[in-house]
């Protein structure tokens, strides 16, 4: 696609209910972040994709966060038993870590989630 | 580690300059540098990968220390459009891999 997809666009759900979260990346990313933004609150680093390698999970706030990518493409944020305090809006970004390019990181529009 | 941005806020007049600066406690690869208008994604500046490099795009240039850790954003003569909520976001050189942790922003509005 032209740039990184995000779905859903809003999500609203009861506390304790589990939420995915899909990311489809720029087509030829070989890196893929999901990040974290409260209200009003800065960009959150979640977990990191790179090519075949381990992602780093080192930002997962704990273990009802986990994240899938297939390959190069879709990723997957699921939040099981979700809370009050997951609310946020959940921004997936790719890049190209590919010798010669500078490695931006295209943001898709985000999932905001809003949990009652 | 994420990397500490000063100030956290700024009110501008139209055509005043600011700076906003990023620190960060651990050597660096790269920094980069984006702006996030509210209810919108962050959309990427510019990058700086070597020491001492400056970079700029349009009236807004950067520079960075590789050996204090730290870079600069420059804004000069401020438009309406620069208003948001700018953040840099870093590059370590050893642990934690490639992987990119932002500073917590500093929010930037321009006023005629």
């Known amino acids: 696609g032209a740039g990184v997809s995000q779905s859903p666009s809003n999500k609203v759900t009861e506390k304790g209910k589990d939420v995915e979260l899909r990311c489809d990346p720029i087509?030829?990313?070989?890196?893929l972040y999901w990040y974290r933004q409260r209200l009003g609150q800065g960009l959150e680093f979640l977990i990191y994709?790179?090519?075949?390698?381990?992602?780093?999970k080192s930002g997962l706030p704990s273990d009802r966060f986990s994240a899938e990518r297939t390959g190069e493409s879709v990723s997957t944020l699921t939040i099981q038993r979700t809370q009050q305090e997951d609310s946020a809006v959940y921004l997936c970004?790719?890049?190209?870590?590919?010798?010669?390019?500078?490695?931006?990181?295209?943001f898709g529009e985000g999932s905001r989630l809003t949990v009652l | 580690q994420q990397p500490v941005q000063s100030p956290q806020a700024v009110i501008l007049r139209e055509g005043e300059d600011a700076v906003i600066n990023c620190s960060s406690s651990?050597?660096?690869?790269?920094v980069h540098w984006y702006r996030q208008k509210h209810g919108e994604a962050p959309v990427f500046l510019m990058i700086?990968?070597?020491?001492?490099e400056q970079k700029g795009h349009e009236k807004i240039s950067a520079s960075f220390n590789e050996k204090k850790q730290q870079s600069s954003l420059y804004l000069t003569a401020s438009q309406l459009s620069y208003s948001g909520t700018y953040f840099c976001?870093?590059?370590?050189?050893?642990?934690?891999?490639?992987?990119?942790?932002f500073g917590t922003g500093t929010q930037l509005k321009v006023e005629l």
């Open positions: 970004a790719s890049s190209d870590r590919l010798a010669g390019n500078t490695g931006e990181l295209f």
């Open positions: 087509s030829g990313h070989t890196a």
């Open positions: 976001g870093t590059e370590g050189l050893t642990g934690g891999g490639n992987k990119l942790t």
């Open positions: 651990k050597a660096l690869y790269s």
């Open positions: 700086l990968l070597k020491g001492g």
């Open positions: 994709f790179q090519g075949n390698s381990a992602p780093d």
